[in-house]
């Protein structure tokens, strides 16, 4: 397979798609070269997915068309997109948990013997995809049971299998550790020197020098640039990705003042066996951001927190009154809101419109003589939808049809119908773009500023120690260290996460 650096190996010229009530792309063009990976970026609903959805054959453009190898192609499913060498990894893996490396990779494409299953050639073909990448992954062991990086590798080597010669990657390191992170980039690596092109799609901008040669900029369903990736610095790729430049990253933290009251206060907080003795307070109009290293129970804590995990023993007290969490709806009645890690599983329920979901978890404000009263309803979240910028044609658009920072305001908008004083948020920014996480930052401001509590667990170093007044640092279950915005190094947060000596 050799490289032309003149000639696309992949080429989408002027690529059109209309959705009702939206134009997702507007004369779209696009290219990556052999033996290259070609960032794409933009914000949430800018049209990134909608684009590579057109490539894989998932949707039909309306107009524009694509060539591989300089020949114009017809890419009418997905199956079509293999057969023409494209591959897809999607940020949501597409593996069938319950099967293992082997099945999942011959999956669709199985050798047969006769009827049955060729089960040594099955064995041979994943061997020799799986080996080609340098990776080990056991057998007979269930998808399920795989870590995300080892999943994610098995979901590049079926790729490989089927000869993929454009390799498409959506948010790849969105869930990974900087360990894993590391082995995917030599992995992709890898198969740009065998001449894969690799189209690799993130929100995470400081990775992309690493790994990039070209990137191009989407917004509004508009290709807004095209540049060598060290000729776009970070602040340029914003600039272009939001239409604005924004000065900073984080927004001005206002200060606690000195005599505000502690509205949340947690004491020997138990669950075996991820909590193992968490004591807290927290005041009005601060954040506590926790920091620790995946694994560490911060997850497992705001879970405890909000009753989605039943604590074994502890106490709560909001407001220096004792409350009894047990199930999500007393955290609910008492004024507690978990904004939670995994928004399309558990904070939104994607085949309901935004109406529903926002009321969902407060019907009893919007029912009389057990109907629910719909115009009521509309009202309310029409108004949530002007207040938070929620960017959708109206109530009744689907959940999942949002982009992924849309979904987070809709999961935020729940919560502020009612009278909630502490707000967890775990992971709030995952998986959405810099304009949108800024949005989120301003809106968490906002919940401070009418005196709100706030604990906020993220992944993102620099978003803990850009958006905490104190960083709690998470080890074994256990709080090992609370340090002041002022005194949290980075060094100093990651020696205590690690446990080693800062």
């Not at 602040?235 to 990705?241: C, G, H, K, Q, V």
């Not at 984080?250 to 005599?259: G, I, S, T």
């Not at 009251?261 to 991820?274: C, I, M, N």
């Not at 920014?429 to 667990?457: P, W």
């Amino acid at each position: 397979m050799s490289q032309n650096p003149v000639s696309p190996v992949l080429e989408m010229r002027e690529i059109t798609k209309h959705f009702p009530g939206v134009q997702a792309l507007s004369g779209v063009s696009f290219n990556v070269l052999a033996g290259e990976v070609h960032a794409l970026v933009g914000e949430n609903g800018a049209g990134k997915s909608t684009l590579m959805k057109i490539l894989a054959g998932a949707e039909r453009a309306d107009g524009g068309e694509i060539l591989i190898d300089g020949r114009i192609v017809r890419i009418d499913g997905p199956r079509t997109a293999e057969r023409l060498g494209i591959g897809m990894i999607y940020q949501e893996l597409n593996l069938v948990p319950a099967l293992d490396a082997v099945d999942n990779i011959v999956l669709g494409n199985e050798p047969t013997n006769g009827l049955l299953l060729d089960r040594l050639a099955a064995e041979r073909i994943a061997s020799d995809a799986l080996t080609e990448l340098g990776a080990v992954i056991p057998r007979g062991v269930a998808a399920e049971r795989l870590s995300v990086a080892a999943q994610q590798l098995v979901e590049i080597a079926k790729a490989l299998s089927r000869r993929a010669r454009v390799l498409v990657m959506d948010e790849p390191t969105a869930a990974l550790t900087d360990t894993e992170v590391t082995a995917l980039f030599a992995t992709i690596a890898q198969l740009v020197k065998r001449g894969v092109a690799v189209v690799y799609i993130s929100h995470r901008l400081e990775e992309l020098p690493r790994i990039a040669q070209r990137i191009t900029v989407l917004r509004d369903g508009k290709n807004v640039g095209t540049k060598p990736i060290a000729e776009m610095p970070e602040n340029e790729m914003i600039r272009l990705m939001v239409g604005r430049t924004l000065d900073a990253h984080f927004p001005d933290l206002p200060p606690v003042a000195p005599d505000a009251p502690v509205v949340f206060e947690v004491r020997d907080l138990v669950r075996s066996p991820a909590v193992a003795g968490v004591s807290l307070q927290v005041r009005a109009g601060e954040i506590l951001g926790f920091a620790g290293l995946v694994g560490s129970g911060r997850t497992e804590i705001v879970r405890a927190l909000a009753g989605a995990d039943l604590p074994d023993s502890g106490t709560i007290l909001l407001d220096g009154r004792p409350v009894r969490i047990h199930d999500p709806r007393s955290a609910i009645s008492a004024g507690i809101a978990l904004i939670t890690d995994d928004r399309k599983r558990l904070g939104l329920v994607l085949g309901m419109s935004v109406r529903k979901n926002v009321t969902l978890a407060h019907l009893e404000r919007f029912s009389e003589h057990w109907f629910i009263d719909r115009s009521k309803e509309v009202a309310t979240t029409n108004q949530l939808i002007q207040e938070l910028h929620i960017r959708t044609p109206g109530p009744e658009q689907l959940a999942r049809n949002l982009s992924g920072g849309t979904q987070q305001k809709v999961v935020l908008a729940k919560w502020l119908i009612g009278s909630a004083r502490v707000f967890l948020f775990d992971e709030p920014t995952r998986g959405i773009d810099v304009g949108s996480k800024y949005e989120i930052y301003v809106l968490m401001l906002a919940l401070l500023k009418a005196g709100a509590a706030i604990i906020m667990v993220s992944s993102e170093l620099p978003e803990v120690l850009g958006m905490s007044h104190r960083i709690a640092v998470v080890r074994a279950g256990r709080i090992v260290t609370t340090l002041p915005r002022a005194e949290a190094t980075p060094d100093r947060v990651i020696a205590a996460a690690a446990g080693t000596a800062a």
